[in-house]
């Protein structure tokens, strides 16, 4: 579209139009706060597994 919105004469009041390129970034941004979640999900699992270790740690050195 040349202009985002257009003048509807019938009504007498403006409305949006909804071009592809809106329908990308949408999508865009979809997949990226997707991609986030799926990076925090991995964070918080090596975090759990780090602490993990040191507990493992903190009790073989107990045990010397």
């Not at 257009?6 to 139009?17: A, F």
């Not at 970034?25 to 602490?51: P, T, V, W």
Request: glycine fraction near 2%.
């Amino acid at each position: 579209f040349s202009s985002r919105r257009r003048h509807t004469r019938l009504q007498g009041d403006w409305s949006s139009d909804v071009c592809s390129s809106d329908l990308k970034i949408n999508k865009e941004l979809d997949d990226a706060r997707e991609h986030k979640d799926d990076i925090k999900l991995q964070l918080d699992k090596f975090e759990n597994d780090i602490a993990k270790i040191k507990e493992d740690i903190a009790k073989l050195v107990e045990q010397k």
